[in-house]
Structure formats: structure tokens, C-alpha cells
């Protein structure tokens, strides 16, 4: 895969890794992102250890988190499914889509911080937009492969269609960065909408395609 | 793999991401999960350093959160081997199925924090009861999944038994959801008992399949 | 893979799993259980944060959990090797063997509780103990599946030697349960006499084969 | 694969283990760690809940945390990228290659506590050096790995060129080792500088290779 070294200016320079190992790696960092979110919600400690409405309000107590927790845990779901249709149409990967990829990782990585901050401080506008900000930052990196895969379309899948594959990058910039950047906005003036932002664009990835694209 | 994209109303819906990739984000799931679990188990500070005693009884105190990890160990395996299981059953995934597959994965991740709940206070009726719940809600994760393979036995792999996969169903509903939800009602009138549910049901799905199905 | 289903008293059950994916699934709990090892080593705490004599000081006493770390690190690449080098030769999985494995997983899994235990306690019998406890235990686990392999050598691998399998599972009762055990009652004399021994037992395994077979 | 068990003393000795598993149990724990690392970033606790300016008071205390972080997921994902070029050149594995590269997965899995040492003291000159001479160690698993191969070509993969593998080594101890080393001293006359070193040769490892050997 990719053996030749040509490299005139600007021109995609071969990587020497192939697409399908690149592939499992950002695949083992979804997988385990994913699972380690939840270790962020701790067991609460509870002074008279049998009395359930003490556990009762400790857990109720913990409700933001776990909001937090499930609308991260879609919002993985949502990026491992993206991640996967963009591969299916990458042909081959130059060394600036590995690192631009490699950017997506370190966003996903360190989304289990923005949900903890998140979950511990759901009424805290900073908190609460900080992290729409990395879900920004996140979308933004897919805009960057999509647009790297724009400019230099050698690196294309050999059948895919250019205009679908255009028509999709400016979809990812709506859905994306600008629709995060609205939630993070949101939460400035009133928090619980940009709950509801957040987990609304995670839903609109759950529909299905179909649904989506007819208006 | 499934690139026909008719979208009738109700009709499965092409995902565009094949089913061994889908498989090969819950196995690492699955695998992060069991290995997790045990991290919930801290070790146990003692004053006297190098007291036998004293190290003894801390790690007797220990005992209900080793017997929370086994039972909750043995039963990600469960989870795995019946996931596999059903797996080898489909032969397309729909957005649906996806997404159903995605809540599974959801309450198994969930898994480590009522394990540590439960393991922390194991006498309290709403953290033992708690537990069974949880797993009772990954276990109608499975039913869902199968509902939907029963109602678009088009996403069935093509030489399936349509009839034995019913049958399936059916017992996945009784040792499933059922069975956990009278756990988590046990819970309420005598804790251990609902451990000792909990445990019966992950031995089980030990069992060979030819001594479970002879009565 | 393992079609049949035979299920006279005492013979093999077909599982419905391929040998495949349980070594991906074992793998995956190596390669996350070498990981985490590190975790239970925590940055120690300093009031002086800019004084490298205080911090040069903490970090000296984190020394013995640096051992511990060590020992086991190699002693989970031991498992690893083991493990494939058994799984080669194993030509179907049933139900029984597919829970010993299991078994011998939950008992890795379990490695870095005992390995944050023995470091934090370094000096304690029984800390120490409980360590090569837990790995005689593990080796157990290898025992336990030979012995089913020996016992139903219809799952071996086809072209498989019956009779250097016979000496392998016999290697593996010295350098295994017994070698732990030996460490595990040093512990009770001489605690840094069992460090050796466990340190001793996983440098046995990293010695290429040649040179351990030849006396 | 590898068959041969020939032993003549100094002879690579056969590991009866295929590249392909060593390569992915490498994987794992690359994946693994790069997740890992966010986890050290633990959420600050701030008294006034709702408070913007005490939490980002707390947030920009931990800049140290993420300047850290951000070094060693880039370093991961080179070490990452050049363990590939490495594997992709080896054809087959002997028991020293092995344990070399369990060597270098032992120095990659600590990688978690340097950078979190850093992170929490970047102004102690002991704790900087920590971090750079840990990874002077981790290239020198490399070189290491390299050497054997130098020294028994006959494990290189049979079209290799000898000699641009002699350069390749050459170079990685002139920007592996000694690069590290010299951030390491850096760290005992002004830290910063050390910090910018590390970053550095990162920073140089994710620029194109015809870039950096073009001078």
C-alpha cells in the first residue's frame, strides 16, 4: 500500500502504515473511551451504610453525571460511526491525515474530562460550555481530515463520488463545529439548553440516514 | 455488505459500516469491561505496616466486593459468549440494530460502578436491588435486539432457523430481564438472597447449552 | 468451526464460538491488564513542589512498588506467551474449556490488586503471601486447561504430539503452582526471599526454550 | 512461521509466536495508553459551585497537566508510527526480539506517571528529568530492538535494504537517546527549555520523512 515517495510540494507524501492498522488503533481508542467514561461517576459514600434514603438522595445527587455520561457515550457511538463511514471512503492515508486523524484522537480521548467537569459542575456556565467547546474542537478535526481529503483527492477511495463526498464535508462543518459552538454559546445564558443541545445533536445521528437527508 | 438503501417507512435502513467492525468494537468493550472491574477494588490502608492481623482483617472486610467482582466477571463473560451467539446469527445490521446494539453496550459499560455499589454496601436493600436492575435492563438490552432480528427476519443470516431463533427469544426473556427483575425484588426482603440470584443466573449460562435445554 | 453437537456424559459440548475470538478476547485482557499495572502507582504528594531532595525522597519510597510493577509487567508477557503457544495447539474450544480459560483470565485480571498490595505492604507476610497466592492460582488456571485438553485430546490440534504435550502439561504443574507456592510460604520467612523467587519464576520463562530445556 | 528450532549458541533461537500477535498485543497497549493519559487530569474541586472565575482559576492551574498531556499523546502516536516502520521490515521473531520489545512496552506503559509527575511539579528540575530520562529509556528499547536485527539480519524480512536500515538505526539513537538526554539536562538548568525539547522531538517525528531528510 502506498509505495510511492514522490514529493513535490504539497503533494500527499506516503506514510508507510497502512489504512487498516490506523484504523485499529482509532478504533481501540473509541472502544475504550467509551468504557472508561463511566469510571468518572465514583460510589458515593453514604455515613449509615443500610439506610436506603441516604443511598436514595447520594445516587439522585449523581443525576448530572450520569446525563453527562449518556449523551458522552452517544456522542462516542456517533463519532466511532463517522469515523468508520469517512474510512470506507479514504483510499489511501498520507502523513498529514495520520496526524490529522491522530488530532481527532486526542479530542476524543480527553472527552471523559469535559464530562466529569461537566457532571460535577452541571450549573457552572464555564463547565458547561467548556465542554461543547471540545465536542468543537472534536468536529472540527473531521472537518480537517474532509477538507485535507477535498484538496488532495488522489487520496480518495478510486469509485467514491466527489459531489456526495463535498456535499457531506459541508454537512460535517453545520453538524459540527457551528452546531457545538451554538450549545457552547447556549450555555452562557441558560445551562440546561445546552444540555439539550448537546444531546439533540448526538440524536440527530442516532436517526437514520434516510430520515435525516429528506426533510 | 448491505448497500441497497431502500428506506420504506419501517423498512431496515442500510448503516454503511459492516457487522464485523461492529463486533469488533463490543469484543473490546466486552474485554475493557472484565478488566475494569477489579479497579474498583482499592487496597485497603493499614496503620501497622507490617501487621498480619491487622492486614487480615482489611482484606476480609473486602469480601462482598470480591464477591460482587466474580459475579459481575462471570457475567460479562455470559454477556460476550450470548453476544457472540446472537451475532453469529445476523447477517446485515440496520441503523436500528446499531443503536440497539449501542444500549447494550451502554448498560455492560455501566456494569463496574452498581458492581462497586453493591460491593461497597452489600447489607444496603437499594444498592443490592440497584444491581439487579441494571442487569436487568442490559438483559431486555438483548430482548430489544432480538425483537427487532424477529421483526425483519431480513437482517437474519440466510440459512437461520427462524423457528429456534423464536424459541431463543423466548428463553431470553424468562433468563433475562425476568430473572433479574426477581433479583432486584429479593433484594428488598433479604439482600444475600438476591447475591445468590445473581450468582445462579450467570451459573446458568455456564452450564453447557445440552444440560440447560434437557429439563 | 465445532459444528457438531454430541453430548453423551463427559464428552466435549460444542460451544458455537470460535477458538478465534476467544483468543482475541484473552489477548485484549492481557494487553489492557499490562497497561493498567501502572496506574496503581500514584504521583506521590510533596509540600515543597519545587524541592528535587523532597521529591527524590518520595519517589525512593515508591521503590518497592516499582518491583512490583516490574515482576508482574513480565510476568503478564509470560501469560501472553504461554497462552498462545497453548492456544496453538488447541484445535476446538468446548463449553468447559472455554470457562477454564475464563477462569484464568478472571485470575489475571485480578494481578494488579496483589501487585499494588505487595508494593504498598513490601514488608508484610502476608501481602507478600497473597501475591504468590494469587499467581499460583493463575497458573492453576493453565493447569486446569491442560488437563481437559489431556483429558479430551480429541479438541487438540490434529497434528499435535501427544506425548510433548504430556511433558508440557507436567512443566507446567513445577513451574507453576508449585514454583508460586514455594514463593507464596518463603513469604512467611523472609519476604525479599519471595520478591526473588516470583522474580526468579518469570525470568525461567523470558530464558529462550533451548536454554531451559537443556539442563 | 518459523518453524526451525536450530540453537547454535548466539543463533536467534525460534519463539513459536507469529509477528502478527506481537504486533497486536503492541497495538493494545499503545491504544490503551494514549487513552489512559487524560485519566492523570483529574476534575479540580472548587468550593463555590457556580463560580466562573474560581473554576477557571482551577482550570488554568492545571495548564501544566495539559501541556504534558498534549507532549505524550503526540510522543505515543510516534512511537506508535515508527514501531509500524520497525514491524513492518522484521520477518520473523526470536525470543530476544521478543522480550526487546516487551522492553519497550514496559518503558511505553509507564509513560502515564512521568507525565503526570511533570505535570504536577513543572517546576521541579528532578520531575522534568524524570520524564525525558524515562523516555531516553523507551528509544532505547528501540535502538535495542534495531541492534538485534543488525546483528541477525536474517530476521529482517527478506527484500530489506541493509543498508538503509543501518542509517535508520543510526538515526534513531542520534534523535532517540541522545535527543531525550539532552532535554533530560536541559531539565536541571531551566526547565521550560526542557519541556520545549520534548516537544520538539515529537514535533520532528510528525513532520513528512522526505522532509526532515531533505536538510
Same mark, same amino acid.
Given at each position: *500500500? ?9 503533494? +500527499? $507524501? ?18 475504550? =473511551?467509551?468504557?472508561?467514561? $463511566? ?23 449523581? %443525576? ?14 456517533v ?12 483510499? #489511501? ?12 484522537? @486526542? ?10 467537569? *461537566?457532571?460535577?459542575?452541571?450549573g457552572?456556565?464555564?463547565? $458547561? ?5 471540545? *465536542? ?9 481530515? #474532509?477538507? #485535507?481529503?477535498?484538496?488532495?483527492? #488522489?487520496?480518495? !477511495? ?5 459531489? @456526495?463526498?463535498? !456535499? ?7 453538524m459540527? +463545529? ?8 447556549? %450555555?452562557? =445564558?441558560?445551562?440546561p %439548553? ?5 444531546? %439533540? ?15
Open positions: *500500500m502506498s509505495v510511492a515517495t514522490e514529493a513535490r510540494a504539497g503533494e +500527499p $507524501v506516503s506514510l508507510g502504515v497502512s489504512k487498516g492498522r490506523v484504523e485499529a488503533l482509532s478504533d481501540g481508542v473509541f472502544a475504550i =473511551v467509551v468504557t472508561l467514561l $463511566v469510571l468518572e461517576i465514583k460510589v458515593p459514600h453514604v455515613g449509615a451504610h443500610d439506610s436506603v434514603r441516604a443511598l436514595a438522595g447520594a445516587l439522585l445527587a449523581l %443525576a448530572p453525571k450520569f446525563v453527562s455520561w449518556v449523551i458522552s457515550f452517544a456522542t462516542v457511538c463519532i466511532w460511526l463517522n469515523h468508520h463511514r469517512l474510512f470506507s471512503r479514504i483510499g #489511501r492515508l498520507d502523513n498529514a491525515l495520520f496526524w490529522l486523524n491522530a488530532n481527532l484522537l @486526542l479530542w476524543t480521548s480527553f472527552i471523559p474530562f469535559p464530562t466529569a467537569l *461537566m457532571g460535577d459542575y452541571p457552572n456556565r464555564l463547565a $458547561v460550555s467548556f465542554y461543547g467547546t471540545v *465536542m468543537a474542537l472534536m468536529a472540527l478535526a473531521f472537518v480537517l481530515m #474532509r477538507w #485535507r481529503l477535498h484538496c488532495h483527492d #488522489r487520496l480518495l !477511495q478510486d469509485g467514491a463520488d466527489r459531489e @456526495l463526498f463535498r !456535499q457531506g464535508t459541508r454537512r460535517s462543518i453545520w459540527g +463545529p457551528v452546531a457545538y459552538g451554538i450549545g457552547a454559546s447556549l %450555555a452562557w =445564558v441558560f445551562p %439548553a445546552a444540555f439539550a443541545c448537546y444531546a %439533540a445533536i448526538a440524536i440527530y445521528f442516532v436517526l437514520p440516514r434516510d430520515a435525516r437527508t429528506k426533510p
